[in-house]
Nanobody, 119 residues
Framework: QVQLVESGGGLVQPGESLRLSCAAS????????MGWYRQSPGKQRELVAG???????NYADSVKGRFTISRDSAKNTVVLQMNSLKPEDTAVYYC?????????????WGQGTQVTVSS
C-alpha cells in the first residue's frame, strides 16, 4: 500500500503565496509522474501541474508563470509553489502519483488540502 500525505493549504489574500507539499510512502518500487490537481465546487477535477521522473513539467494555462512544481525523487516528495494567488485558485488541491509497488503500477491520491484565496 502507498500513502500520499499533503500539507500546506490555508487561507491567504489575493497576491500572496502558498507552498503545498506531498510525500509518498509505503510499498514503493518506483514513482513515475507526480502532480497536483484541484477541484472547486461544481467543477471537475483539473490538472494544475505535473512533473515526470525525469523532471519534465507541464502546467495548466491558468497557472503558468505563477506556479512552480518540483520534486525530490530521492525522498518521493513533490512541491507546488503558488505565487500571485487569485480568488479563482480557491479549491481543494490533490496530490497524485503514479507508483509501481513491485507488482503493478497504479495511480494514488492524497486526501486533499483546502486552498482559499480571499480578501
Amino acid at each position: 500500500q502507498v500513502q500520499l500525505v499533503e500539507s500546506g493549504g490555508g487561507l491567504v489574500q489575493p497576491g500572496e503565496s502558498l507552498r503545498l507539499s506531498c510525500a509518498a510512502s509505503g510499498s514503493i518500487f518506483i514513482v513515475y509522474g507526480m502532480g497536483w490537481y484541484r477541484q472547486s465546487p461544481g467543477k471537475q477535477r483539473e490538472l494544475v501541474a505535473g512533473i515526470t521522473n525525469s523532471g519534465s513539467t507541464n502546467y495548466a494555462d491558468s497557472v503558468k508563470g505563477r506556479f512552480t512544481i518540483s520534486r525530490d525523487s530521492a525522498k518521493n516528495t513533490v512541491v507546488l509553489q503558488m505565487n500571485s494567488l487569485k480568488p479563482e485558485d480557491t479549491a481543494v488541491y490533490y496530490c497524485n502519483a503514479a507508483v509501481h509497488d513491485g507488482s503493478r503500477r497504479r495511480d494514488y491520491w492524497g486526501q486533499g488540502t483546502q486552498v482559499t484565496v480571499s480578501s
